[in-house]
């Protein structure tokens, strides 16, 4: 049976931890594996970091830069260097592949997340595997996915992918970290995310020397992919054949279940494809309506209202203490609910001056994270 499968490779596996360089026989594994996949009549994508850390190998610099304007310098270096391995590999293989650098942007606007979704199903469709990036010489910070395992889940999540594997530099995640902790624990099965606050796993932040990500991030990316359906392995990227391997059944790395019911396209787009711009505190009973009761929130729970934001923008909602509990589509701009929080809604028009809708979020544009 044909299946959708995202691949995430991070920079510790792309390159040789001691000098930056390229690690070519992994790539090569890496390519192979993915042309016998697609072979098998499976739709593949692939996402690859490694532009910033083979920029810095092809440049002579010892260490990740810092400073975003020369990240962006070198990222421009390396994504052409690593897109003609890439391509002299999978040519060798008669497997054609295709250059996709993404931004944040593409996914905030609703109107350029269908174009890239229409963009990904025809390459499928032609039989080209997808090489995904994001495009670091031209995102800035505050529209930066952050990481690799992010876009990936995002990517995943568009597509509405069967599987997605984040290749990294262990073979599964751990109870701690296995290499300062020596008698951390394995974790094979994920039922659900919220298992891993049970575990209490300690996860690091950090990744390695080259890379961005660490398996917290990796742990996020289960999170979204999982909302949306989407069965989510951690395994070693040293070892690529091992895809295989996991998609015939053998238990190798960490497997995370998706969620039985997958939450819709719209709802993941405003979930994750967007980026909050204000934050709402909300007292305990609009809490527990729109968490436990799936109702929309009024104007009378919100306690507090942060930053600056205008209608049918993004905004976090949650409780007094912080804890986000849910995302939406906010129906007035911050200057508005300033003046009706904690009013009923029968009092909105007189204290606005117009007409206002009864909902400041309505259920259809709410998202519980």
């Not at 510790?12 to 090569?28: D, K, M, V, W, Y």
């Not at 595997?129 to 995943?156: H, M, Q, R």
């Not at 008698?183 to 796993?201: C, F, G, M, R």
């Not at 950090?206 to 979204?224: E, F, H, N, P, V």
Request: aromatic share 4%; net charge negative; proline share 4%.
């Amino acid at each position: 049976m044909s299946q959708t499968i995202v691949v995430k490779i991070g920079t510790s596996s792309l390159t040789r931890p001691e000098t930056g360089q390229l690690a070519l026989s992994t790539i090569a594994t890496l390519a192979e594996t993915l042309s016998n996949l697609r072979h098998l009549g499976h739709q593949v994508i692939l996402v690859s970091s490694g532009a910033v850390g083979v920029g810095c190998g092809r440049l002579g610099l010892t260490e990740r830069p810092k400073a975003i304007a020369l990240k962006q310098a070198v990222a421009a270096v390396g994504q052409g260097r690593l897109m003609r391995v890439y391509d002299d590999l999978f040519s060798t293989l008669q497997q054609p592949i295709a250059q996709v650098l993404l931004t944040r942007t593409d996914l905030v606007q609703r109107s350029h997340y269908l174009n890239v979704y229409n963009t990904f199903k025809e390459l499928l469709a032609l039989g080209v595997i997808p090489v995904v990036n994001e495009n670091d010489t031209v995102a800035v910070e505050e529209l930066k996915f952050g990481d690799n395992d992010t876009l990936s889940a995002l990517v995943a999540s568009l597509v509405e992918a069967d599987w997605l594997f984040l290749l990294t530099d262990v073979d599964r995640l751990y109870s701690a970290d296995p290499r300062s902790v020596p008698d951390a624990q394995p974790i094979t099965l994920v039922n659900s995310i919220k298992e891993l606050a049970e575990l209490q796993v300690q996860t690091g932040t950090q990744g390695s020397g080259w890379g961005t990500g660490g398996m917290l991030t990796k742990i996020s990316a289960a999170r979204i992919a999982t909302a949306a359906g989407v069965r989510t392995v951690i395994t070693e990227g040293k070892y690529p054949g091992n895809i295989e391997k996991i998609l015939q059944g053998e238990p190798i790395g960490t497997r995370f279940e998706p969620k039985p019911e997958p939450t819709s396209a719209r709802k993941r787009w405003i979930a994750y494809g967007l980026l909050p711009v204000g934050k709402l505190y909300l007292d305990e009973g609009a809490v527990k309506a729109i968490s436990e009761a799936g109702r929309s929130l009024l104007a009378a729970g919100i306690i507090t209202v942060e930053g600056e934001f205008d209608p049918q923008e993004a905004v976090q909602l949650c409780d007094k203490n912080g804890n986000e509990i849910a995302r939406g589509l906010v129906n007035y701009s911050s200057s508005d609910l300033q003046k009706i929080r904690g009013r009923h809604s029968r009092e909105i028009s007189a204290v606005l001056g117009y007409e206002g809708v009864e909902t400041v979020v309505h259920r259809d544009n709410l998202v519980l994270t």
